[in-house]
């Protein structure tokens, strides 16, 4: 479970986020969406450990993450623009993050990449890919090692339709595994029909929430 306790964080003495209270259980997916600069992003860096909030809490599995100094364990996440190496190919730069922990072997990858339609560019290199590809690509760095908790930051801009449909699907199968998914987005048709969850945040503030299924 990842809980936000009355989350509030300033950056250059600009509220960002206010008064943040969630919480996401295992086995679902949840959306938070609202319009480019709303502070979704935000709350997702509070919760992978990458922006000390001001005040409040954020615990994951009853573990203060910021008391504690520590990431969030068994968590991946894809937010903004990921770092890859541009002169190493997709494969390469996946095979380094599986050294980092070696939990699973490079054969776990292959599937994904099939399933996404990233065969004919996985041995070329990432600076050569397209805005989608690069986009499934750290989708499946996600996805390959089968963390607990999974989240996402815009994913499926710039990626195409037969490919959305596949993520949608492996992420749903993912929740019935009992996984925690948190899709951030500022396109509704992204989540719809996807999430249990949506949490609409504006100005750093959650407006509104509602239950999908």
Known sequence: MITLKDVNLMINKTPILNN?????QEGKIY?????????KSMIIK??????????GT???????????NSFPNDTRAFI???????????????????KIQNKVSEGAIIPLCEK??????????????????????????????????????????????????KIREILKQK????????IATHLKEDIHNL??????????LIVNSNTEH
């Open 175 to 182: 929740k019935d595994e009992g996984h925690i998914i948190i």
């Open 58 to 68: 954020v615990l994951v599995d009853n573990i203060d993450i910021y008391k504690e």
């Open 31 to 39: 959306g938070l969406i609202g319009r480019n600069g709303s502070g």
């Open 80 to 98: 903004d623009t990921n770092a890859f190496f541009p002169d190493l190919t997709g494969m390469e730069n996946l095979r380094l993050l599986l």
């Open 116 to 165: 996404l339609a990233l065969i004919p560019y996985i041995n070329k290199k990432y600076k050569t890919y397209s805005y989608g590809t690069k986009q499934k690509l750290g989708i499946i760095q996600v996805l390959m090692e089968n963390p607990k908790i999974m989240i996402f930051d815009e994913p499926f801009n710039g990626v195409e339709e037969s490919s959305i449909e």
């Open 46 to 55: 509070t919760i992978c450990g990458f922006i000390k909030p001001n005040y």
């Open 20 to 24: 943040i209270n969630l919480e996401f």
């Open 195 to 204: 999430c249990d969850v949506i949490y609409k945040i504006d100005n750093g």
